[in-house]
């Protein structure tokens, strides 16, 4: 087949994929068969069974329609339990005084999406289980391996317990889960969910778990996840403007400044935090007749249980010498292009811009964006280094005007 139809083909199948995605709520019951399709989430009330061997009221679950015949989570698909996952491995009848049979048949799993129970893994006799490096189990109670046990009318129902096959997939653990089974200490390594390993997460596993657990102990330990805390100066004042992620149990943010000279913090404001939020969420904050100098800027988020972190911002507020023809600078702090908007500019006004770093007194060359023009000068400051400097502009050798900017990358 012609490379490029091949292609196209995977770009339609991904797209198709994509486009029916689907999140899913079900009951908790017995499944003899489960699965569920790239991309969906299926979201359990409950415990869920899976046992092949529940003839009776066993059910047969497909996010998207088609025929199970195993329990699968497939590539990029989510499984949450709001409860405790049981899987239920096959028996091997003996007879009463016949040798055990070597070759015990095994109940296949298979995941290669994402799994999140909030109580205990179960399993019961015996299991193929199989994981990938991409997948994700998440067990937030204990997983539990239950004791070979006999019964049976006319003879011995031996549970082989044992369970084969290969666990690839990376777990995240609650603080306290106990491990009961030796098999399931994820070959992709193990991660307990704590406060002291909150920056170990992947977003993905943190977002399932401030979606749909987030009162539990491993929902606690994840903090307010903060997209940017950013300060603008506008003339004598300081715009304040944070954005959140998620946030869990979050009581309140404290806004608090301070200067290079005195390092003691002093509160501004206080603004009350959502509690529990998995969509982003925007504060702002007008700091206004800030005193000229350097001022940190500290945003304090404080959960339900008192626990805090921190967030700090370095700004330069500075007085400047002004002839009338400058009107604006312009953002500070700046990243890659300082904009200086002029006005009232006469034919023979031969303009001249400096930057210096304030730290050593170098002269830092100007390197101007194309798109400068003469009432609006843009600088590309993308190569400079962090820090504070002067910008002067001359006419004729004059200075006209002095302004301390700050580039912060």
Known sequence: MNPKKILFLAIIN???????????????RHYKNFYVAPGDIVVVSGDLYFDSDYSHNGQNYSSNGSSPHSFLIDNGGTLVVQGSLYVDGLVTMISQHGKPNANHPSLPVNVRGNILIQRD???NGAINFHSTPQSNLIVLGNIIKTQEVYGGRHGNAAIHNDIIGTDRSHHYLGEHTQIQSSFFHGGGGQTRITPDTKDQIPPIIKNLITTYAPNSQAGVALPVKLVYFKAEVVENSVHLKWETA?????????????????????NIEKFKAAGNSNTTIKY?????NVS?????????????????QNWTQLIHISSHKNDGRILNVYPIPCKSVL???????????QLDIELIHT???????????????RYHQQLNVREMENGIYVLIVNDNGKSIFKKEIVIQH
Do not use: C, M
Not at 14 to 28: D, K, N, R
Not at 246 to 266: A, D, G, W
Not at 292 to 307: A, F, Q, V
């Open 359 to 373: 730290g050593t007194g170098q002269k830092i060359p100007v390197v101007h964006e194309q798109e400068s023009e």
């Open 292 to 308: 000229y100098g350097n001022h940190i800027y500290r945003l304090i988020e404080r959960d339900i249980d008192g626990k805090e």
């Open 284 to 288: 702002e904050f007008e700091d206004k």
């Open 339 to 349: 904009n200086i908007e002029l006005n009232n500019l006469e034919e023979n006004d």
């Open 14 to 28: 991904f797209l198709i994929i994509e486009s029916y995605a689907t999140t899913q709520t079900i009951h908790g």
């Open 121 to 123: 893994l179960k399993t």
């Open 246 to 266: 998620t946030e869990i149990n979050s009581k309140l943010f404290i806004l608090q400044r301070s200067s290079t000279e005195n390092e003691k913090f002093k």
